[in-house]
């Protein structure tokens, strides 16, 4: 079955810190990938997303990530966390079967220590 | 910036009460989503339009849920009877492509639900 796993429920960093979210996806058949960040009662804003094209894809607030195709992951980093950072991170995979389903990770908490 | 505005954002009702979410996509947006989000979890898909047709419901359960998009434009999502597991957050989306392309999903604010 199609999943998504996101390593770390919750991840723990200092501000001025590197930031490293962990997305992990189950097929091999390249699919579009995308990562969301939600703050508290609010909806989803896009990060970022990978369809074609650069591996490496940069998104707003200076996050960015890195489809590696061997390793199935698409990893969110940011070289220096803000204390605005904190919030919900969902990575998000679409595969292009016939579903063309949108299945969402279980989400990690990113918490900023000032 | 266009939006997808819901409606409530907030809603309390008792159990086997009926209660409905309503949804207004980005203009032009011809796919439409209704996703659940259960507290600690990441959004489930529940519904996926493609203008007025259903073109995904098999995470629906249609036994007390339904979801309809009579023009095309709006939703609606109606629970009923509701149960104390349908507390959550209750998510729509839209997009401008069909389900097949990469274009962005953007997400309302979304609606709580707390069934007591």
């Known amino acids: 079955a199609q999943s998504v796993t996101q390593l770390g429920s919750h991840v723990s960093v200092s501000e001025g810190a590197l930031v490293l979210l962990r997305c992990n996806y189950s097929?091999?058949?390249?699919?579009?990938l995308f990562w969301y960040v939600q703050y508290p009662n609010q909806g989803l804003q896009l990060l970022l997303k990978?369809?074609?094209?650069?591996?490496l894809v940069k998104g707003i607030n200076g996050f960015e990530a890195e489809f590696k195709k061997s390793e199935t992951s698409f990893h969110l980093t940011k070289p220096s966390a803000h204390m605005s950072d904190a919030a919900e991170y969902f990575c998000?995979?679409?595969?292009?079967?016939?579903?063309?389903?949108?299945?969402f990770g279980s989400g990690t908490r990113l918490l900023v220590r000032p | 910036e266009a939006e997808v505005a819901q409606s409530p954002r907030y809603k309390i009702t008792e159990k086997s009460q009926a209660v409905a979410f309503w949804c207004d996509p980005i203009?032009?947006?011809?796919?439409l989503y209704w996703y659940r989000q259960i507290l600690g979890q990441g959004p489930e898909l529940l519904v996926q339009?493609?203008?007025?047709?259903?073109?995904?419901d098999s995470q629906l359960p249609k036994d007390r849920f339904s979801a309809e998009r009579l023009k095309g434009v709006d939703s609606t999502l109606k629970i009923q009877p509701a149960e104390l597991g349908d507390s959550a957050m209750y998510l729509c989306?839209?997009?401008?492509?069909?389900?097949?392309?990469?274009?962005?999903?953007?997400f309302g604010e979304g609606s709580w639900l707390t069934v007591v």
């Open positions: 990978y369809t074609t094209g650069a591996t």
């Open positions: 339009f493609q203008d007025e047709s259903v073109v995904d």
């Open positions: 203009s032009g947006h011809a796919t």
């Open positions: 998000a995979v679409r595969w292009m079967d016939s579903s063309y389903k949108l299945i």
């Open positions: 097929s091999s058949v390249p699919p579009y």
């Open positions: 989306a839209s997009s401008f492509g069909g389900p097949n392309s990469g274009n962005t999903i953007y």
